[in-house]
C-alpha cells in the first residue's frame, strides 16, 4: 500500500477509503509495523522475560519520556524566560537536559507502578500525575 500525504501528514480520509477498499469486511483494523526491528524487539523481550505493555490509544499518559519533556520545560521558561530565537531555546533546552540527574530519572521510572495502579483505579480517567 502507498501513503498519500499532505505537507508530510498522512491523510487519514484517504488512509481510511483506501483501508476500507482492501479490506472491507473488517471496520477497525489495527495496523502495526511487522518490521525486522520490531520482531528483533519483541523476540529479545519475551526471551528476557519483559512483557510488552500494551496502552490503549487513548489512554493518559503513562510515558515517563513526556515527564522529563515537562521537567524540561518547566526549567526553561521558569520565571517567564522568552528567547530570541530557536537555535537559543535549543541550547537551553541542551544546557537543561544535561542538568537531569539520575535520580530525577530513576523517580520518573519508579513512580510508574503508582501511576499505572490509578489509571485502573480511575478506570482509564485522568491521574494525579
Not at 500525504?5 to 480520509?13: E, I, V
Not at 522568552?82 to 523517580?107: C, F, G, M, R
Request: hydrophobic fraction near 40%; include cysteine.
Amino acid at each position: 500500500m502507498t501513503w498519500k500525504s499532505r505537507f508530510g501528514m498522512l491523510d487519514t480520509r484517504f488512509f481510511n477509503s483506501a483501508a476500507v477498499t482492501k479490506f472491507h469486511s473488517i471496520r477497525r483494523a489495527s495496523f502495526r509495523s511487522w518490521t525486522l526491528a520490531y520482531i528483533s524487539t519483541q523476540n529479545w523481550l519475551a526471551a528476557k522475560g519483559i512483557k510488552d505493555l500494551q496502552w490503549p490509544a487513548c489512554s493518559p499518559d503513562l510515558n515517563p519520556v513526556e515527564n522529563v519533556w515537562g521537567l524540561l520545560v518547566r526549567r526553561v521558561y521558569r520565571h517567564g524566560k522568552q528567547y530570541a530565537s530557536v537555535q537559543d531555546l535549543k541550547d537551553a533546552l541542551l544546557i537543561e537536559w544535561n542538568l537531569v540527574t539520575a535520580a530525577e530519572l530513576k523517580n520518573l521510572v519508579s513512580s510508574m507502578p503508582k501511576r499505572l495502579f490509578q489509571v485502573i483505579q480511575k478506570n482509564g480517567g485522568e491521574t494525579s500525575y
